[in-house]
């Protein structure tokens, strides 16, 4: 099977660790552990997050005294593709010694007339209680939100079109090697009015780049791995529950909160919808058993016996 997993920045480093390199390098050697008993036998590609990483970057480039403009988010988005893929390279190559791994530094085509960009969803950098998250936006400018029992600052997170290095990434993976790529959902770029390439403020989805990619590459499963088992009913509830299989369409009726558990419902949902192959959603240390369908919320056109294989 050809396998397209996203990891969630969220899991990598979740909230309310310090962000320092020895918490994620931790994290995702965890992950790792988990991934490299499907890489035994499937063809594996690896998205990431970058959602936390991304928040942390800024504050710093925004702090530099000698910066006149604090760095962009494309290139931001790129130091954290750099960051987070040589964690997952080495990680990989030292838990699969016979494996080919490369991380690929990439971009992902967006519309410069997307509404998104200007309506930000995208949760980026640490959480703040509101009072402060308040004082942030009015002395940086910020926009912010609500995520769960916290607030967080948000950007503009335009829809993927197309991963630009998707035949390069194909070839990758046809050889036999692992690929590590789309971190952060890829570094958003435009086509200008001259034809060329060129980055923009954004943060893209990386769940939703990696259902494009996934249907891109002909992937027969999309596993969408985070800091949660599943998707639950009434979640954060003493009656949440979670849902073990579904449909895109019962799972999209779910209305699930934007900027969190939402995409990922609407990326599985739509990578199933067009392939009709199936979606798995759920924590990052179960990649196998999501794969086999034995745990997470299992996500397929037709809800199927408990267990039964697609
Ligand atoms: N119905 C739900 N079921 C499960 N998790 C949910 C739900 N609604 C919101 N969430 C939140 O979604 C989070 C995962 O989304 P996110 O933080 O964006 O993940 P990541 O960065 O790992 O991709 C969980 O930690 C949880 O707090
Ligand atoms: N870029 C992105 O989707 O990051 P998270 O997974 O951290 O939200």
């Not at 030292?94 to 410069?112: C, K």
């Not at 990619?213 to 992937?219: C, G, N, P, T």
């Amino acid at each position: 099977m050809r396998v397209v997993v996203a990891l969630g920045g969220n899991a990598l480093l979740r909230r309310g660790e310090q962000p320092d390199a020895q918490v994620q390098r931790d994290n995702v050697d965890r992950a790792v552990e988990s991934l490299a008993l499907i890489a035994q036998d499937h063809e594996v590609v690896i998205t990431h997050g970058n959602g936390p990483q991304v928040g942390v970057l800024a504050l710093q480039s925004a702090s530099d005294p000698r910066l006149s403009t604090p760095y962009p988010f494309d290139v931001l988005g790129a130091q954290t593709q750099g960051m987070i893929g040589y964690w997952l390279l080495q990680s990989l190559q030292n838990t699969v010694p016979h494996g080919q791994v490369a991380a690929v530094i990439n971009q992902t085509l967006v519309s410069a007339a997307d509404p998104a960009l200007t309506e930000p969803t995208k949760f980026i950098g640490e959480t703040y209680d509101r009072a402060t998250a308040v004082q942030l936006q009015a002395e940086r400018g910020w926009t912010i939100r609500q995520d769960g029992q916290h607030w967080r600052r948000v950007v503009g997170s335009p829809k993927p079109l197309r991963v630009v290095e998707t035949r390069i990434i194909r070839r990758l993976v046809e050889a036999g090697v692992m690929v590590v790529c789309a971190g952060g959902g890829g570094v958003p770029v435009i086509r200008n009015e001259d034809g060329q390439l060129q980055g923009i403020e954004a943060v893209v989805d990386k769940d939703a780049t990696a259902a494009s990619l996934a249907e891109s590459l002909d992937a027969d499963a999309l596993l969408i791995l985070t800091d949660v088992k599943g998707v639950y009913r009434n979640f954060g509830t003493e009656d949440a529950e979670m849902i073990s299989r579904s449909t895109p369409g019962a799972l999209r009726r779910e209305l699930l909160p934007e900027g969190s558990m939402g995409p990922k419902v609407e990326s599985a949902a739509q990578f199933v919808e067009l392939t009709g192959g199936f979606a798995g959603i759920g924590t990052l240390t179960e990649a196998a058993e999501i794969l086999q369908q034995r745990a997470g919320t299992t996500v397929t056109t037709s809800v199927e016996e408990p267990g039964a294989p697609v």
